[in-house]
């Protein structure tokens, strides 16, 4: 399975970005898929994920109510509506994914396939 991740950019505090994972390959599993990000000088960490089939959807505190996941699985993509944008919302977001039946993991060891990431960047 292939990720590529595209949306990022430059945006100022209280806007708006939407963020695309699309999956090519052998997408015929069962995949959640999660969004993850690395500010600088930072650890990775988790911001929002989405079971394969749409019905469960899980929140990183820090933007629950600002940021919505959602997917299409006719087109093997997933979307990050990001709005109310600070400026701790900076990073390089990474999409993945991962084939672990019912569950959505929270963890980056939950997933197997990862995208190259695209910069967000927010002005204040």
């Known amino acids: 399975v292939q990720l590529q991740a595209s949306g990022g950019g430059l945006v100022q505090a209280g806007g708006s970005l939407r963020l695309s994972c699309a999956a090519s390959?052998?997408?015929?599993?069962?995949?959640?898929r999660g969004w993850f990000r690395q500010a600088p000088g930072k650890e990775r960490e988790f911001v929002a994920a989405?079971?394969?089939?749409?019905?469960?959807?899980f929140y990183a505190d820090s933007v629950k109510g600002r940021f919505t996941i959602s997917g299409d699985n006719a087109k093997n993509t997933v979307y990050l509506q990001m709005n109310s944008l600070k400026s701790e919302d900076t990073a390089v977001y990474y999409c993945a994914a991962g084939a672990r039946g019912s569950l959505v993991p929270r963890s980056g060891t939950g997933y197997d396939y990862w995208g190259q990431g695209t910069q967000v960047t927010v002005s204040s």
């Open positions: 390959g052998r997408t015929s599993g069962n995949y959640a």
């Open positions: 989405i079971s394969w089939s749409g019905g469960s959807t």
